[in-house]
């Protein structure tokens, strides 16, 4: 992932020991998915998030324990919808899938299930993601090569991905990835929001290909090493028609998403680095520590903490409350940020905008003028007659 | 977002509540909006859950769905919300005034002025959040191209009468609402945060909850805590102490409380279509539970929402609020015209000519209603200085000067002092104009002199005579306001008539054929 030399050449332990220690020793890991890494992708700057995702922190516990829970979670209408809609998209060994992606994808090639080319839905079971990753890899070379000799297509339901992040492997694990005769592989995406009229809200077209793209690296890692396949930069879209049940599927082009989501990945600091320059003891296990210790771990690391945050991240209300205890503007959003330049706390900008160092910055002196615009301004309508509220016709009273 | 709001933005967070962003009222509010909170089942796409509606804040119509996939209750639903709400927006329909329309006369091919009629007033439809507008959207497209009985005897899942006709009116608002400046349908949350700002960002200002919170927060707390407990407070059963705006519900309100409820129903259905006899006690029951639950959750997102109703009352309407709402009654007529005139449903995909003028209209309005903002506002005007569009200053000369033509017109020179740095080229030529009576007056920038001051050429509105008339020229030591925007819109090239379009834009209408078919209709709609 990165071309930098280790950091420190003499760690007393190893890196999965000291992520053990951190997350504490008898907490399991939580795996990284690849909704996860696409909200991490947003946000690279974040060694906070880098570092309790890297380590498998649980940050819905450790959000708990803090006192500012997320209100994350998903309706089970939802879930039973999206695995209901999900299963009968691949029904009857995948059929109706294969269809869409001859019909969206590769229209001039034979199609799937005529004679001579039956497709082919490995079993992709075993113990363990590792395994379960071998696994895939194994499936994935023989599909190809099947595909190449005898011009099967072949669907993957569920495989098992693996895609290291910032020195930490996550395994990933995509609906669906059809191989097709030619050896490409294609990645499906199964979602239960409706497309209308061929449409479907853009917010979460992106936030899926976002999460394609992940996937399309990770498949490009196990590509590499395989002569004859090529991972496909544009996936399947699948999704119920209108208001129905009825599958329906289109091409997203994810080249432009995957490039971010790479650059991203391989920007973020590295959790090896995150993790030696923290003290030693420091754990962010919420059965151990106190609330007290664990927001004093979590401060050890540094947050960048945006209002986007609130949607993908479980600690953002926590990090928005230091950042709101710590007067950063950024707690008002990015843009302002951006605007504001080097004032970078409301009360630097308010005191510039009560006119200090108007002289030496220009944003400075903007936000003074616009204070005394703003001033005159709201003494120009203080001066005018008041306004006299209409009788309420609802009230009976 | 403007260096001025983001300077609000920052006061609020040190005032602990929110601060103005506009010192009147920016958008027309009806005498008697009608207010309608929809709910929805989560990851069902038009399937709602439940609605309250109503112009009355103390009586609202409740609209539960006890099992939101089961298609006779959605009809239900359906048809019952259709009968409040066409209600309201029939109520306007026959209250007309003659009003004059420019056309093209299909012999002459000369615009002509028509003899018309104009509704008095216009319904108006309020929902809490942006989401609610994009609902309504939804919902309009899920029931405009439903079949009735009456129109298609054969259609086996036919849809309830006036429901369609709700569909047709929904994708109206819903499409009006696009428009710039627009008030037929409006969001809570887009009146509040277009009038004040708060001390959090743009996308915690969604949450209608916190931005009341920030705007009134209750008696000896500040508007942060305010808006937090709106967001995350919950009770000791892990509910929500303000549910969300909708249409989507909480998770966790879904999980422990509706899930188990809906499921009761579906039992006591279930036990009263196998057992003996037609005691239907528990499935009515059952179905009051349901509807509770979803009340609860419907109730404070109604009563916050004519609360925001009533923070806009307050405020003092802007003048040209009023010419912007004339342009809505000109909307509502027409559809009104189109409906009775028996025009089919608003097609899937607008074809190319609506969509160019579509789009040539909202760009039209976004120009107007940035201009009749600032000229409404002293506060969205100070925004316009800070961005040098323009400047405000005292006269401290006025030199008479004429055309030299047969009969010389007034041009005299005015001299003013200002503040401001207006964005006009040194060499001279730009326009300027300011507001004399409502009035725009228009002057050409002459030049700076050396003391940064501006001298301007007043060009008309002074009369027909030599002399111009009283007070149509500005007078030393008074304090004007000069904008380099125009204020009024013009509208960008005419598009072609409707018979010309050319080919490449799908030609003339009625050449792509083909009335909408209605959606399939599967058996089962839903997972």
Redesign the interface.
Known sequence: MSSYPPASPAQPTTLRQRLAGLRGPAVPPRPLDARALAALAANPGCGRRALLDGAGVDKTALATALGSPASFGQSQFAIVRGNSFEAKVKGDGGAELLRLVHAHLAPAAEPPGSPGSGALVPDLTAAGPEGRAARTALALREATAAGRDTGAWTLLDHPMLALEVAGSPAYLEPDAVVVHPDGRWTVVEIKSFPMIDGAADAAKVGAAARQAAVYVLALEKTAEKLPGAEVAHTVLLVCPKDFSNLPTASAVDIRRERSVTRRQLDRLTRVEELAAALPEGLCFDPETRTAEELALAVSAVDAAYAPECLAACELAFHCRDRARAADHVTALGRSVRGELGALTTVEAALAAAAGAGCAEDPTAAALHRAARLRAEALDAAAARPPHHLPENPACPC | ?S??S??????A??AGRAQ?LA??RHRHLS??PMVLVPLT??????APLGAMVG????APQIFVIPQPRDRDRRWAFLADLAVQVLAHIDAYADAVEPAERSETDPETGKRVKVETELCVDAPQLIVPSRAGIEYVR?LG??MRFRRTAEEDPDNPYPAPSQVPMLGRWFTHLAERSRVPGSSMLLSATDLLSRHWAT??????DQHLGALLGWIDPPEGHCG?AAALRA??GRDKDGQ?LCPPAGPA????F??KLL?PAIARYDAARAALAAGPGDDDRHVRSAEQEVHRLVASQLSNTWWNTWEAI?LL????PGERAEERWTRDRWSYTGHRDRVRAGEPPQP??DDAVTAAQKLATRETEQVRLDAQEALD???V???R??AGEAFAGEVTEVVMEWTESKRPSPRPLVTVVTEDRPQLADEGGGKVFRSLDGRPQSAQFVRFEEDGRLVLRLLDKMGRGRDPEPGSVPEKGDRLCWTLFEHDARGGPKLPEPEQTPWTHGGPPGSAGALPLP????D????
């Open positions: 977002m260096l001025l983001t300077l609000a933005r920052l006061e967070v040190r103005p010192t009147v005498e008697h089942t989560a990851g069902e796409a038009g112009t009355d804040r103390h939804l497209r899920s001390g959090q960002s743009n996308l915690e942060a967001e995350l929500l519900t909480d998770p966790a879904d999980n899930a009533d009352r307050a405020l003092p899937r995909r506002d002293p506060l005007m100070a925004g200085r800070l959606d399939s209709v599967t089962e709609d839903l997972l």
